[in-house]
């Protein structure tokens, strides 16, 4: 067993704990584990959420993926902390005998809030009771219990019926008519001059005829998403409306960005804009069953906290293509040099779109002059910081708003 007091003049030395004041690390040591691991011993980012592991002696290999890294005692690497905070898919290996320490990540939190000075803090503090709704989830995301929302089944029946490659028009004009709701939209969406439709047409079937059956296949799961971003029956509804005006607001972004940069194809960033937080879905489907409901804040931290790997888990189970499924995943977390250009987009949408976010949010936002992303995909900013491109096409941006959640 390792003595706690040991860790009190490495804490200082940490780079998240620099500027903490002494009652605060005190408060952190008191709460820490040290262990220790012998060569070839493994610790998994996605069973590590709530600590902050900090390597003390030895030397580790962090794998993510096809790619690692090491990292020894003696590198500042190892004044950071090993995984990122939605880090759920890196694990490191003990490459000797090697000493972890793990620091409780709501102490940490709590500290800060305690501190109040000029720190940006983007997380609240959980009672007992809602730290243990928040492991329960992490939990049935593991086992493979969590309840996940289903695909309506327009977009379910259409992404079967496409997979035949002697499909035609009449038959995906059949499986589309079956929800008048996504037919009227879908009609809207091609006769839309967002879209770059030049003159009118009145028949699905020439609608889709016009689109194409990938994009005719992309747009009805974009636009029949719709129905499972709103509950109205939860008791999270305005939580879950206010996603929804996000996530159209991030999709015509990307949309935008898409067609300006040519980096994807502009219907493929539509709906990953759409869908990149439908992993809040069934995290609110599990806390609205919950006897115990925390509020909106608080539902909020809790999503932030899983929706990477829950929104992962809702890509595999409705089928979608890889590339989507990695921007739900990544788009909120770190950025990665070598992601994806979709991802890319996604990430830049999100920061871009701040017209419907809160102050909380706000704070948050990375300036876009910081991203990477920016500058792998060419696009310029103003004077003020702000996007070119989207500051070009506004408008565009409100009708292709329009065209995807109409009021």
Known sequence: MHEALTLDPVVPRLKPFADMGESGRRELIRHARVVDLKPGQKVYAREEYR??????????????????????DSDKAALEPLFAQHDYRSHAVAAQPSTLVRFDRNVYETQLNYAGDAME??????SAEEGSLLATLFQK????DLALPQLPDVALHLQQAIEDPEIDISRVTEIVERDPSVTARLLAVANSPAMGSRYEIARLSDAITRLGLERTRQLVLALAARQVFIDRKSPYRALMEQLWRQSTRVSAIAYVLAEES????????????????????????????????????KV?????????????LVGQQWGLAS??????????????????????????????????????ERARAIPLKNLQAIRRLGFSLDD????????????????????????
């Not at 995301?141 to 493979?144: D, F, M, R, S």
Request: aromatic fraction near 0%; hydrophobic fraction near 45%; charge should be negative.
């Open 51 to 72: 600590h902050l592991l900090f390597l003390l002696k030895g030397k580790l290999v962090i794998a993510r993926g096809d790619k690692a890294r090491s990292v020894a």
């Open 300 to 312: 909020e931290h809790m999503i932030r906290r899983l929706e990477s790997m829950t929104g992962e």
């Open 262 to 297: 040519g980096a994807a194809d502009r219907e493929r960033a539509l709906l990953a804009g759409l869908l990149h937080r439908v992993g809040a879905l069934p995290v609110l489907g599990e806390i609205a069953a919950s006897k115990d409901q925390p509020d909106a804040v």
């Open 323 to 360: 590339d989507i499924i990695a921007a739900i995943r990544d788009s909120g977390g770190p950025e990665e040099p070598d992601a994806a250009s979709l991802t890319d987009l996604v990430r830049i949408a999100r920061n871009a779109c701040l017209r419907d976010a809160s102050e909380a």
């Open 141 to 144: 995301t593991q086992t493979g």
């Open 384 to 407: 003020e910081g702000n996007l070119a491109a989207v500051e070009k096409a506004r408008p565009r941006i409100e009708s292709l708003m329009q065209v995807l959640s109409p009021e």
């Open 121 to 126: 803090v983007g997380e609240v503090e959980l």
